[in-house]
């Protein structure tokens, strides 16, 4: 059964920088491709950015575009989202997933149980 762990979150002001960690156990990251998502309070889930299983793919989200920077360490079994240039707007509960496929196809059907971000002004 696969499991994702996000780590990471925290409180930062505006203009900085915090990498989370996804860390998948289960059944090896190096056939899954990863995605990170965000809902805040009220707003639908969003797709920030994706990475094909093995990283010469990437998509990111117009908001968050050359600010976010998503990479996966298929030894480690670990995915990241280095966030840069933070600002109040991505506030957010960040999750990230793994699915076979998922980055064409969509559809992500293992996920993590989220980590907080908070962004003051």
């Known amino acids: 059964q696969v499991r994702l762990v996000e780590s990471g979150g925290g409180l930062v002001q505006a203009g900085g920088s915090l990498r989370l960690s996804c860390v998948q156990s289960?059944?090896?990251?190096?056939?899954?491709?990863v995605g990170w998502f965000r809902q805040s309070a009220g707003q639908a889930r969003e797709r920030v950015a994706a990475?094909?299983?093995?990283?010469?793919?990437?998509d990111y989200a117009d908001s968050v575009k050359d600010r976010f920077y998503i990479d996966k360490d298929n030894g480690r079994n670990t995915a990241y989202l280095q966030m840069d240039s933070l600002k109040p707007e991505d506030t957010a509960v960040y999750y990230c997933?793994?699915?076979?496929?998922?980055?064409?196809?969509?559809?992500?059907?293992?996920w993590g149980q989220g980590t907080q971000v908070t962004v003051s002004s």
């Open positions: 289960g059944r090896a990251l190096g056939a899954f491709d």
């Open positions: 990475i094909n299983y093995d990283g010469g793919r990437t």
């Open positions: 997933a793994s699915g076979i496929g998922s980055f064409v196809a969509g559809g992500w059907p293992h």
